[in-house]
């Protein structure tokens, strides 16, 4: 009988390193101290990290909290977790759902009276008591309880204090990445205060104050509380250049020799050449007439197209690493293929490793530049990366 995994039958994978992953730990918590409690933010299946592989990768690393969006990520957590870490859903979850939520531990967002109302009823009903997190309006205009909203959420909480944990008092910034938004973020940080104080005169104290993201854990130090929430930057990528700009101005006096980039990219994603052929001079390549040979060409296949997340807007842009070389895309990228002109590279063959993101060699493909090429954040890049292509952990 012939026996194949499905990973072998793939046509790329992605690899997760552990030891970029301690590199960007060990770097953040430097930035934000030991004291607050590190949630590693896992929405996104792990902005295209993968849940399931993630999450023991963080909790191996020593992560113990971790934020999803919603219940069907709690559910993947909890399935994953491999330690007793904490799951907190700051997004969705049905009413049907907080049952399940209160009975496994898992601490949930409330920024509606409805899912509060919801919520504890649920919990008297198991004998139990919910989890929350109080969402504060400060200025998103997202979601969040302010104003008469949030005194009538505290009266009902003190109320029913013993179906109710306030675990945590939380609100998000409108953009901390962004130098423009730096006002907009300051008002919020004093509203959150304010509101903290007003919440303690009503005799609810959370043991955590949350509001940081990765951006404001590097920008904002009054906004690092109790817990920060961390996402893109543990997967060892600057939120946007200016925050990067920004850590590196720090040096600005005392510029070091060789400036290092503290964050080490996580993931590498990796496919292999399908096919090699020649194309004569003036032959249109691919589907269309976007790309002309302008000279006798070798091109070669490689079997990742836009229905595995390698962006149709790559077209004619797309840069790959083949033996230490960099080879452009060449034409449309199709639905599950690319090509890309490997003339300049001698030997090429079927079957060499194709480098979509990360090094080979001295080189290597950031998600930045993937992003740059495609005016996409490199959050939407990765998260568009399908959950279906498998990822292995390396040391
Ligand atoms: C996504 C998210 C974060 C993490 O943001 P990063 O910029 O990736 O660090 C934190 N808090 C909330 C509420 C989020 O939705």
Redesign the pocket.
């Known amino acids: 009988m012939i026996s194949i995994s499905h990973d072998r039958f793939a046509t790329s994978r992605i690899e997760l390193s552990e030891s970029a992953l301690r590199k960007n730990i060990r770097f953040l918590q430097k930035q934000i101290g030991t004291e607050p409690l590190f949630?590693s933010?896992i929405?996104?299946n792990a902005?295209g990290h993968g849940i399931s592989e993630f999450l023991p990768l963080a909790e191996k690393c020593g992560l113990r909290h971790f934020?999803v969006?919603s219940a069907a990520e709690a559910y993947k957590a909890l399935s994953s977790r491999t330690q007793d870490s904490h799951i907190m859903i700051?997004?969705a979850i049905e009413d049907e759902e907080l049952a399940w939520a209160v009975e496994h531990g898992i601490s949930f967002?409330i920024f509606d009276p409805g899912r509060l109302h919801a919520a504890v009823q649920a919990a008297r009903k198991m004998d139990s008591h919910a989890q929350i997190h109080l969402?504060l309006e400060t200025g998103l205009n997202r979601t969040g309880l302010a104003g008469a909203e949030l005194e009538s959420a505290l009266k009902y909480i003190v109320d029913n204090r013993s179906h109710v944990r306030v675990k945590g008092v939380?609100t998000?910034?409108a953009g901390?990445?962004s130098v423009a938004n730096y006002l907009r973020i300051q008002n919020q940080i004093e509203r959150f205060n304010a509101a903290v104080s007003y919440i303690a005169d009503k005799g609810i104290y959370p043991e955590l104050r949350?509001t940081?993201?990765?951006?404001?854990?590097l920008i904002y130090p009054a906004s690092v509380m109790d817990m920060v929430?961390?996402?893109?930057?543990?997967?060892g990528f600057w939120?946007t250049e200016e925050t990067r700009i920004h850590h590196f101005l720090r040096y600005q006096n005392n510029p070091p020799r060789r400036f290092r980039n503290p964050l080490h990219r996580v993931m590498s994603w990796k496919s292999r050449i399908m096919s090699v052929k020649h194309v004569p001079a003036g032959e249109f390549i691919s589907y269309g007439n976007s790309y002309m040979s302008t000279r006798d060409m070798c091109i070669a296949s490689v079997p990742v197209g836009y229905y595995h997340g390698f962006s149709r807007s790559l077209s004619n842009l797309g840069r790959v690493l083949v033996r230490g070389r960099r080879a452009r895309v060449v034409g449309v990228v199709n639905m599950n293929m690319f090509i890309i002109d490997v003339s300049h590279i001698p030997g090429v063959e079927r079957g060499d490793e194709v480098v979509i993101i990360g090094r080979q060699k001295s080189l290597h493909v950031s998600v930045g530049s993937f992003a740059d090429m495609t005016n996409n954040l490199n959050?939407e890049v990765l998260t568009r990366i399908p959950p279906d292509i498998p990822r292995v952990v390396v040391p």
């Open positions: 949630s933010v929405k996104g902005y934020s969006f700051m997004g967002y969402e939380c998000h910034f901390a990445e949350h940081a993201c990765s951006a404001a854990s929430r961390i996402g893109i930057a543990h997967y939120p959050y």
